[in-house]
């Protein structure tokens, strides 16, 4: 069933955990996610983010997001991640997202209130809930790291977190404390502490990107301390891909390859992944 971003966030504050979201590129991702979501019977977010477009356009992963949405027997959010503007977040709303997500951070404060406080005030009419971001989340893949970067310029500040939150009336918001996207080049400084300083100052439903490549441990520490939402895309993809090397690497010479047989080997492999992450992030192991 297909449920807005305020119903998953209102379920993760109750229950004190983080729900899923996961990115979609194609119809084998939404598969192995819906799947895992239904396994282990928890509310679940498909992500479809504008980097995607290469691979799937907004209006044909919203629509199979759509299909296999209503479909599900676990309720299912369908979010823009990173949307660039106020146009790109608009026009995910009217297609059929029941979530968005403005990323202004790159600005300053002040306009990054502003875009996002225009981004509240249409979604909110039409039921859809808003993520922003303060702070900037890393990209290890760029060649910043938690160590290289100074903190009080990139990580979020707490008492900002709440200024944003109330001058906006964002639904979650993402904030910056040591997490990367991308694959991690070497283990990342996470102040998880920052967290629950962020939450001390406006509790609200706060979420992790760069959620890939980290320890159970450190997952369950950010949940703990207030994280309600996990993107979580990197090792997911690479879960199917290995999969898919290995089995194409155990055939002999002379055999066959079918190629409707390679992606059903990519949806099990990320199932499993995406199953254990949002066991994870929901406490359960």
Same mark, same amino acid.
Request: hydrophobic share 40%.
């Given at each position: 069933?297909?449920?807005? $971003?305020?119903?998953?966030?209102?379920?993760?504050?109750?229950?004190?955990?983080?729900?899923?979201?996961?990115?979609?590129?194609?119809?084998?991702?939404?598969?192995?996610? %819906?799947?895992?979501?239904? /396994?282990?019977?928890?509310?679940?977010?498909?992500?479809?983010?504008?980097?995607?477009?290469?691979?799937?356009?907004?209006? !044909?992963?919203?629509?199979?997001?759509?299909?296999?949405?209503?479909?599900?027997?676990?309720?299912?959010?369908?979010? $823009?991640?990173?949307?660039?503007?106020?146009?790109?977040?608009?026009?995910?709303?009217?297609?059929?997202?029941?979530?968005?997500?403005?990323?202004?951070?790159?600005?300053?404060?002040? /306009?990054?209130?502003?875009?996002?406080?225009? &981004?509240?005030?249409?979604?909110?009419?039409?039921?859809?809930?808003?993520?922003? !971001?303060?702070?900037?989340?890393?990209?290890?893949?760029?060649?910043?790291?938690? /160590?290289? &970067?100074?903190?009080?310029?990139?990580?979020?500040?707490?008492?900002?977190?709440?200024?944003?939150?109330?001058?906006?009336? &964002?639904?979650? @918001?993402?904030?910056?404390?040591?997490?990367?996207?991308?694959?991690? @080049?070497?283990?990342?400084?996470?102040?998880?502490?920052? %967290?629950?300083?962020?939450?001390?100052?406006?509790?609200?439903?706060?979420?992790?990107?760069?959620?890939?490549?980290?320890?159970?441990?450190?997952?369950?520490?950010?949940?703990?301390?207030?994280?309600?939402? %996990?993107?979580?895309?990197?090792?997911?993809? $690479?879960?199917?891909?290995?999969?898919?090397?290995?089995?194409?690497?155990?055939?002999?010479?002379?055999?066959?390859?079918?190629?409707?047989?390679?992606?059903? &080997?990519?949806?099990?492999?990320?199932?499993?992944?995406?199953?254990?992450?949002? @066991?994870?992030?929901? $406490?359960? %192991?």
């Amino acid at each position: 069933m297909i449920v807005s $971003l305020q119903s998953v966030l209102q379920f993760a504050q109750q229950k004190g955990i983080a729900v899923g979201a996961f990115n979609v590129t194609n119809m084998e991702s939404i598969r192995a996610i %819906i799947g895992a979501a239904e /396994e282990t019977k928890k509310p679940v977010i498909l992500n479809w983010a504008e980097v995607h477009a290469p691979y799937i356009s907004m209006e !044909e992963a919203i629509n199979l997001m759509l299909f296999y949405g209503g479909r599900a027997s676990v309720p299912v959010c369908l979010n $823009l991640d990173h949307g660039s503007s106020f146009e790109s977040c608009t026009k995910a709303m009217h297609l059929g997202f029941t979530g968005v997500m403005i990323d202004a951070s790159s600005k300053p404060f002040d /306009e990054n209130v502003a875009i996002t406080k225009e &981004v509240v005030h249409e979604a909110h009419a039409l039921g859809v809930g808003v993520e922003a !971001e303060l702070g900037h989340i890393l990209s290890q893949e760029h060649g910043q790291t938690a /160590e290289t &970067v100074n903190k009080d310029q990139t990580y979020t500040h707490p008492q900002e977190a709440k200024k944003f939150a109330d001058l906006t009336g &964002v639904d979650a @918001l993402a904030i910056s404390f040591g997490t990367a996207h991308g694959l991690y @080049l070497e283990k990342p400084v996470l102040d998880l502490n920052r %967290i629950t300083l962020c939450r001390q100052a406006k509790d609200m439903p706060y979420v992790m990107h760069g959620g890939s490549g980290l320890s159970k441990e450190e997952f369950q520490t950010a949940v703990r301390n207030g994280i309600r939402k %996990i993107n979580f895309y990197t090792y997911m993809s $690479l879960a199917g891909g290995e999969a898919v090397k290995k089995a194409m690497d155990t055939k002999h010479p002379g055999d066959h390859i079918f190629f409707h047989d390679i992606p059903d &080997v990519a949806v099990k492999a990320m199932q499993e992944c995406v199953k254990t992450a949002i @066991l994870t992030f929901a $406490l359960e %192991i």
